[in-house]
């Protein structure tokens, strides 16, 4: 396409700033974000879904001097899904979203939980045996 003249604008470049815009927004810090640490020992690290898209479109007018038009639009929506908690080496998963509805989804919520006390029972099984 060819360049306007006042402003110099192609599609080309529409597409280039709306997707630096967005490479601005969107970052790794974005999804998973800076642990903030609290005065008792505990280490939350928040953890959000992302999603984004854009569009551009343009096209070049009229038959003497050709003029372009064009337009871009960007939207970007960060939602919060969980927290990751360590506290004393221990990491647990703390969902933000409302609790989970089927008896399958409350299964899979308490693996991680389950899976810490069999270790811990585990654990606490070889303690006792090498004591005698």
Known sequence: MEMNEKKGTTLNELM???????????????????????????TLIP??????????GGGDYGKQTPKFGGASTAGVRVEPVAFLVIKDG????????????????????MVPEVMDRVENFIDKRKAEKEEF
């Not at 700033?17 to 020992?41: F, H, L």
């Not at 953890?47 to 551009?56: A, I, K, N, Q, T």
């Not at 089927?102 to 919520?109: A, F, W």
């Open 90 to 109: 221990i990491t647990r998963v703390l969902p933000v979203a409302m609790p989970a509805m089927s008896t399958v989804d409350r299964v899979i919520d």
């Open 47 to 56: 953890v959000s879904r992302l999603s984004f898209g854009f569009g551009c």
């Open 16 to 42: 280039q700033t709306s997707m630096s815009k967005i490479r601005e927004m969107v970052d790794s810090n974005t999804i998973i974000g800076e642990p903030i640490a609290t005065p008792d020992g505990v």
